[in-house]
């Protein structure tokens, strides 16, 4: 599986590797921009606790700068930012509580197991990293959606007769 594209913009911020020609690029800025949605409502929404909203405006500040999100990225970002805020929620009563918590079984033995909150915080982590990379609504997605297409060439007479041999 090839890599997922990214931005044209972000592309050339990191140095042009694959030299695309200046016709290419031209030709991937105006596909994005095409692309593009608009960005004039880009605001944390109601519902997420204010850790979680603080870190909705710290990203929007910074994706903001690269023109990197949109109105349409609000609800995955949101998400993201709800998973972020309970994960840190989650590290933070591991480390009060420890790694191992003391439970006991229905014969009434004590035993030492993994704090619980550790497989919530995986999730969480899981969580996480697929939102940041599904439903089409990141720039990688968009940047592929905007990859200039090949030129059609007219076949010679040879392929029209025995195609592309």
Known sequence: MGRKAMPIQLHLLQGNKSRLTKKEIEQRMEAEERLKPK????K???WLDPLAKKEFKR?????SELGLITNVDIVALATYCDAYS?????????????????????AAETNKVPHP???KKKQLFEQMKAVASEFGLSPSA???LAMPKKEEKEPTPEEKLFGDV
């Open 39 to 42: 960005a004039d409502k880009v």
């Open 117 to 119: 909150l550790l497989t």
């Open 59 to 63: 990203i929007v500040s910074e994706l």
């Open 86 to 106: 309970d994960y840190v929620k989650c590290t933070k009563l591991i480390q009060e509580e420890g790694m191992m918590v003391e439970y006991t079984n229905k």
């Open 142 to 144: 968009r940047a592929k």
């Open 44 to 46: 944390p929404p109601s």
